[in-house]
């Protein structure tokens, strides 16, 4: 099986004999080729796209040492086809695992830390280092990549002898000693890998590290290299530029414009809340008094427990029997605090549940929990 993407990354279109074809667990059809251009599945990166023979190539996958490409149909044995491989995502992979080689190789030489792990998809890079790293220390590490891609530094392929490999240092995750394929990035890293890489740094672009964190005692880092870090620069600044309008606020000044906007909608719900609290007093005073009813049950707009529970221990000093407060409304559904001098409450909320499946629970002298029906039903058990 002739790996052409290691001849030429370039080569897109291909011809090929079927050497085999086999159905799979799940009836598709996996077809080897003497020849393909198609990068598998391979070393934490994602398989080409692409046809073969018009159809579309499902997966490409490493098995045996083979590379076998999943179609939905089935091709003759010994004929020749033809297989496209998409460009747009070959280059896209090429960029973010050649940005990623420039990030490891920095990290690994100014922190001394292991790429313990990539993953590259069609929307996420991420790359783990085993030991721990800052956002801040991140930022220095993506601008001397970014300057690794300003000196458009050749990306250089080779499979040295065992004898020169033995004298080289580089970094690997395996500890392989024949056919060895090393890729360098003259000044900036030395590591053996099996993927496509471009041809020289500048063809990455921008290179932009999108997030840090915690992870298995070291950290993953997220990078975006090339259009994606583009398209994820024009994504952010479309959304600051939104909540730069909407707060009428300059954009490097968002963040304290929001920290405002939740500070005073923090104060008017306070506000709500006290207004709230006074008018539930007033509702309170204006019951029939306990000789015409024991029981004492109010309707509140959104209120806090405390104020509720407040409310419900007045009310239980003055009415024998239950003393509810519900808030809430018929459409969002009611939470509730029902208490008692003299009456077992578990009951009551035992009641609710069973005929109107509200939630809660609690002590003999006061339950609390929610219930989602009307007013008017809710009353009905009183
Ligand atoms: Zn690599």
């Given at each position: 099986m002739e790996k052409l993407y290691y001849k030429n990354?370039?080569?897109t279109d291909f011809e090929a004999i079927v050497m085999d074809c086999q159905e799979d667990e799940k009836g598709r059809f996996r077809i080897l080729l003497d020849r393909t251009a198609f990068f598998p599945e391979e070393g934490g990166q994602g398989a080409d796209r692409g046809t073969l023979a018009g159809d579309e190539v499902l997966d490409v996958q490493i098995k045996q040492e083979q590379i076998w490409h999943t179609l939905a149909t089935p091709l003759a044995i010994g004929n020749s086809v033809k297989g496209h491989v998409d460009w747009a995502q070959r280059f896209d992979y090429m960029q973010q695992h050649s940005g990623e080689h420039i990030v490891s190789g920095l990290v690994h030489a100014k922190?001394?830390?292991?790429?313990v792990g990539f993953h590259l998809g069609a929307e996420e890079v991420t790359l783990d280092f085993n030991g721990p790293l800052t956002l801040e220390q991140l930022r220095e590490i993506e601008l001397a990549a970014n300057k690794a891609v300003w000196k458009n530094l050749p990306i250089l392929i080779s499979v040295p002898d065992p004898s020169v490999l033995s004298g080289l240092e580089y970094r690997s995750k395996l500890d392989l000693t024949e056919n060895v394929r090393i890729v360098e990035i003259p000044g900036v890293d030395r590591c053996a890998c099996c993927a496509p890489h471009v041809e020289?740094?500048?063809?990455?672009?921008l290179i932009k590290v999108t997030n840090v964190q915690s992870h298995r005692g070291g950290v993953r880092v997220n990078i975006l290299c090339g259009e994606r870090a583009l398209r994820d620069y024009s994504l952010r600044q479309d959304s600051v530029s939104s909540i730069s309008v909407l707060l009428s606020a300059k954009q490097e000044a968002v963040a304290e414009a929001v920290r405002r906007v939740k500070e005073e909608a923090l104060q008017e719900k306070l506000r709500a809340n006290a207004l709230q609290a006074s008018l539930l007093s007033l509702q309170a005073r204006a019951l029939p008094g306990p000789e015409l009813s024991p029981n004492a049950v109010l309707f509140t707009g959104e209120l806090d427990n405390l104020a509720l529970r407040n409310t419900v221990n007045d009310l239980t000093l003055r009415y024998p029997g239950y003393c509810a407060v519900f808030s809430g409304d018929d459409n969002k559904g009611y939470r509730y605090i029902i208490g008692s001098s003299s009456k077992d409450c578990r009951g009551l909320a035992k009641l609710l549940r069973e005929r109107f499946g509200a939630k809660g629970g609690g002590t003999a002298p006061m339950v609390q929990g929610s219930i989602a029906v009307s007013k008017e039903k809710i009353l009905s058990v009183f």
């Open positions: 990354t370039h080569i922190y001394g830390y292991d790429n020289t740094t500048g063809q990455i672009g």
